[in-house]
């Protein structure tokens, strides 16, 4: 019997092995006091890899050769992702940045953040390829052969557009439960800041989903383009930012829920990308009945 590779019971194994494996990794070191340590810190990153380690997993184990086919050319083909959206995300990114910066340091006195990684580029352009290396392998390599990669299409179909997106944007919100309690993340920082600030990670990283699922949809299905909205979150609105204050990391954080909320209104109310993705949705449809 040919196996249906678009079956729910694999989304639920893939929720279920990911959040498992990073759980565990995760809360190993702070269970057994040995957070901060080397070997601490290995099994806290390892376990960050689950979400493309799984997929990956059950794409080569369930998924019909001409599938696995489209699934990596879309993980891979920047002529797909095109130059449009991950220019438009580049800018929107800087902007929100920039806006939150000017007010958060000129008008409410917010210590300005340091840049670090802006310095050591302004001081050898190289190093750009360093700070490009590590904001890739931190969160789009280890992430999005899952999230937008191996998730994202059977949500679209069972749930539709926003609901799909967004309950996508929860599971990968509370995958970082371990990052509360480890020293040195940034979410350890916010619980240790505010309760709020620590609580409130949880829907804008929902409310990022969506849009990372509306660049998605625009791209038709591209899971590069996907990752590299992911990648262009962390990199301009924190990690050439580093070192800054929480004040500034939330402010940063709730500038960018405003523009993600215009993102929900837009995505609710238009009927161009209404159909945009009800075309997209039908594509996957059939694919799953070609199987």
Request: charged share 10%; aromatic share 16%.
């Given at each position: 019997?040919?196996?249906?590779?678009?079956?729910?019971?694999?989304?639920?194994?893939?929720?279920?092995?990911?959040?498992?494996?990073?759980?565990?990794?995760?809360?190993?070191?702070?269970?057994?006091?040995?957070?901060?340590?080397?070997?601490?810190?290995?099994?806290?990153?390892?376990?960050?890899?689950?979400?493309?380690?799984?997929?990956?997993?059950?794409?080569?184990?369930?998924?019909?050769?001409?599938?696995?086919?489209?699934?990596?050319?879309?993980?891979?083909?920047?002529?797909?992702?095109?130059?449009?959206?991950?220019?438009?995300?580049?800018?929107?990114?800087?902007?929100?940045?920039?806006?939150?910066?000017?007010?958060?340091?000129?008008?409410?006195?917010?210590?300005?953040?340091?840049?670090?990684?802006?310095?050591?580029?302004?001081?050898?352009?190289?190093?750009?390829?360093?700070?490009?290396?590590?904001?890739?392998?931190?969160?789009?390599?280890?992430?999005?052969?899952?999230?937008?990669?191996?998730?994202?299409?059977?949500?679209?179909?069972?749930?539709?557009?926003?609901?799909?997106?967004?309950?996508?944007?929860?599971?990968?919100?509370?995958?970082?439960?371990?990052?509360?309690?480890?020293?040195?993340?940034?979410?350890?920082?916010?619980?240790?800041?505010?309760?709020?600030?620590?609580?409130?990670?949880?829907?804008?990283?929902?409310?990022?989903?969506?849009?990372?699922?509306?660049?998605?949809?625009?791209?038709?299905?591209?899971?590069?383009?996907?990752?590299?909205?992911h990648m262009f979150?962390?990199?301009?609105?924190?990690?050439?930012?580093?070192?800054?204050?929480?004040?500034?990391?939330?402010?940063?954080?709730?500038?960018?829920?405003?523009?993600?909320?215009?993102?929900?209104?837009?995505?609710a109310a238009s009927?161009?990308?209404?159909?945009?993705?009800?075309?997209?949705?039908?594509?996957?449809?059939?694919?799953?009945?070609?199987?």
């Amino acid at each position: 019997m040919k196996k249906n590779w678009m079956s729910t019971r694999y989304l639920v194994l893939f929720i279920v092995l990911t959040l498992a494996w990073t759980w565990i990794c995760g809360f190993i070191p702070v269970v057994f006091g040995f957070t901060g340590t080397g070997i601490g810190t290995f099994v806290f990153y390892f376990g960050g890899g689950a979400p493309s380690v799984v997929a990956l997993f059950l794409v080569f184990l369930t998924y019909p050769k001409d599938k696995r086919r489209d699934y990596f050319r879309r993980c891979f083909s920047f002529k797909q992702a095109g130059w449009k959206w991950p220019l438009i995300t580049i800018v929107v990114f800087t902007l929100l940045s920039a806006i939150s910066i000017m007010v958060g340091v000129g008008l409410l006195g917010f210590e300005m953040p340091t840049m670090d990684y802006i310095k050591a580029i302004a001081a050898n352009p190289l190093n750009i390829l360093l700070v490009l290396l590590l904001s890739l392998i931190s969160g789009p390599l280890n992430e999005e052969f899952g999230w937008r990669g191996y998730a994202l299409d059977r949500l679209l179909v069972r749930f539709g557009f926003l609901r799909g997106s967004l309950i996508l944007g929860f599971i990968w919100a509370v995958w970082h439960l371990p990052w509360y309690f480890t020293p040195g993340q940034a979410q350890y920082n916010l619980l240790q800041d505010s309760v709020f600030h620590a609580v409130m990670f949880v829907p804008s990283v929902m409310m990022l989903s969506v849009f990372v699922s509306f660049v998605y949809v625009k791209t038709g299905r591209s899971i590069l383009a996907g990752a590299l909205v992911h990648m262009f979150s962390n990199l301009i609105g924190s990690q050439l930012l580093s070192s800054y204050t929480t004040e500034i990391s939330m402010l940063i954080r709730y500038t960018n829920m405003a523009f993600f909320l215009g993102v929900i209104i837009y995505a609710a109310a238009s009927r161009r990308f209404k159909a945009e993705t009800a075309a997209v949705i039908e594509t996957i449809r059939m694919q799953e009945q070609e199987g």
